[in-house]
């Protein structure tokens, strides 16, 4: 049987993707820096459509035809743009920290505010301790699969300051349509809830697992891109879809 196909979506640098290596056991995995991160040239309209935009060209450099696309956090949005413009290449979708839109206001926030303007202070003010708090925050240092030292200095590197700052600054305006989008898609998807996150609300993940019934969904104390528990969730989504296509 062939290999399942995962296309890693980033905020913004592909070490963020600590389980790469658990993934890569089963399945072919493609990563990728967005634009104007690491050696990647930048683009006048950076924000998720041109994370998107990179990522659709990383699959064609590949020639595939069929894959499934993963996200986690920020990435969430620029894996709707991209599965949206793949069509029916995409096989599936998996989310972590899903949600319907990066609302901070209203009776069910997706986003908390008081963290949300905490992280836009810390990126002004110091880029590597930005780095170093917002992996503490997700749980990534403390976890199994975790974050360390040099992550962080990795990160770091590649990551200019104005490009992490850009996803907080305008989160609602910059997610406009993410509820559609996902709404529009009719692919298996699974979504999937970081328990305890400061950041993101659970009942952002409630909203999006209500409106997404079909969906498969899974909670984990850690981020999921850090959580070998997401790896192999991910795994038996993808032996359903290949027991689907068979």
């Not at 990795?154 to 305008?170: D, H, I, S």
Request: glycine share 10%.
């Amino acid at each position: 049987m062939d290999r399942p196909r995962l296309l890693l979506v980033p905020m913004l640098s592909e070490v963020e993707w600590v389980i790469k290596p658990e993934l890569e056991e089963w399945a072919d995995v493609a990563s990728y820096d967005a634009p104007g991160v690491g050696d990647e040239p930048p683009v006048d309209d950076f924000g998720s459509e041109a994370v998107a935009r990179r990522g659709l060209a990383e699959v064609d450099r590949r020639g595939w035809e069929r894959f499934v696309v993963v996200a986690d956090e920020w990435g969430v949005v620029a894996a709707s743009h991209l599965a949206v413009a793949a069509g029916v290449r995409v096989r599936g979708l998996a989310l972590g920290h899903a949600r319907l839109s990066n609302s901070i206001d209203g009776p069910r926030p997706a986003i908390n505010r008081e963290v949300l303007n905490g992280v836009r202070n810390l990126i002004r003010a110091d880029a590597r301790t930005y780095a170093q708090q917002l992996f503490k925050l997700t749980g990534g240092e403390t976890s199994e699969g975790g974050y360390h030292q040099d992550l962080v200095d990795e990160y770091v590197r590649r990551v200019p300051l104005g490009a992490a700052l850009a996803f907080y600054e305008t989160p609602t305006e910059a997610a406009r349509g993410l509820d559609d989008r996902l709404k529009g898609l009719d692919v298996p998807m699974l979504l999937t809830q970081h328990e305890g996150c400061l950041i993101f609300t659970g009942e952002g993940f409630e909203d999006a697992a209500a409106a997404l019934p079909h969906a498969r969904t899974a909670g984990y104390t850690e981020k999921p891109s850090t959580c070998p528990a997401f790896s192999e969730e991910l795994r038996e989504s993808c032996a359903g879809l290949a027991t689907a296509r068979a």
